[in-house]
């Protein structure tokens, strides 16, 4: 399994994200979320879920992800 904050799908940036209505998870998840682009739907013109990027958690993981390659 590859954790979020190791892949290179995963976009995030300092402070996490800052969505609006989103009262699913707790502040403090959404400090440590991104998007995840491996899963992210295909670009539409139709507004709503269709231009959802699924976020997830720095301790997310899957097993369709790509290990970032070790900086020496």
């Known amino acids: ?18 969505p609006v209505d989103r009262r699913d998870q707790l502040g403090r998840w959404w400090e440590d979320a991104g998007h995840c682009q491996r899963h992210a739907p295909q670009p539409s013109d139709l507004p709503g879920h269709s231009a959802f990027w699924r976020a997830t ?5 899957c097993f369709e992800g790509k290990t970032l390659p070790v900086e020496s």
């Open 57 to 61: 958690h720095k301790e997310d993981g």
């Open 1 to 18: 399994m590859t954790l979020c904050k190791h892949c290179a799908y995963w976009s995030f940036r300092e402070g996490g994200l800052t």
